[in-house]
């Protein structure tokens, strides 16, 4: 059982370029989100998605683009890369949107804009 | 908006030391909270969650607090191990279970 997976572990990119940041869950769970991590400032909301065909925004959601087609898989996609995104990008998901469901979170991807 | 404080930000203890974490967050209309473990470089693992009618949850050596009212929660770690050293995180739900808001965290080491 492998959780949640993030692909790829570490990125560089130059400012301008695009990317998607890809994670897969297997536990069937409904919610999937994705977080960034930033020195001082804790986790922040990105975007999440509470089944497939449906996502919503979080906290911090200017320059991020996901969608949801299957309920494995809920990818990032930065369309313009900017040096404000450097950061540690988390995916987590759990099961439904019930209050006693614990999150699940991926190992993270560590993005580098320059 | 919803706020989460952790102090302190860092904690040093000896093994065998009981130790207690806090939390404090400024709405007390939440879903849940729940208490994250990260160690470097990885993840976020999930250590135990408390619903809002709830008052405490344990596992292990683990028990965790939730008091609504005063907006504060407490994780309390017995018996401390060098394997424990991490950095943990409280973060609670608000308005949905659907978003959560997370304190900065508290990195603990351990010392032999």
């Known amino acids: 059982n492998a959780g949640v997976t993030q692909t790829p572990k570490f990125q560089v990119l130059k400012t301008g370029q695009s990317m998607t940041l890809q994670c897969a869950q297997d536990m069937n769970h409904e919610y999937m989100s994705w977080y960034r991590q930033d020195p001082g400032m804790g986790l922040r909301l990105i975007h999440y998605s509470v089944g497939a065909g449906i996502t919503d925004q979080g906290e911090v959601p200017n320059g991020y683009n996901v969608s949801r087609s299957t309920t494995e898989d809920f990818p990032l996609r930065l369309l313009s890369a900017a040096p404000s995104q450097t950061s540690v990008y988390f995916c987590?998901?759990?099961?439904?949107?019930?209050?006693?469901?614990?999150?699940?979170f991926g190992n993270g991807t560590r993005l580098t804009v320059t | 908006k919803q706020e989460v404080t952790q102090i302190p930000a860092a904690l040093s203890v000896p093994e065998g030391e009981n130790l207690v974490l806090n939390c404090s967050f400024t709405d007390s209309a939440i879903y849940n909270l729940q208490w994250f473990r990260q160690d470097p470089g990885k993840g976020l693992t999930s250590l135990l969650l408390i619903q809002s009618s709830q008052r405490e949850q344990t596992s292990g050596r683990l028990n965790a607090s939730l008091d609504k009212s005063s907006g504060r929660s407490t994780l309390y770690i017995a018996a401390s191990q060098p394997g424990d050293s991490a950095t943990y995180l409280c973060?609670?739900?608000?308005?949905?279970?659907?978003?959560?808001?997370f304190g900065t965290g508290t990195r603990l080491q351990v010392t032999l």
């Open positions: 973060a609670v739900a608000t308005g949905t279970a659907s978003k959560l808001t």
């Open positions: 987590a998901s759990k099961l439904g949107q019930a209050g006693y469901s614990p999150l699940h």
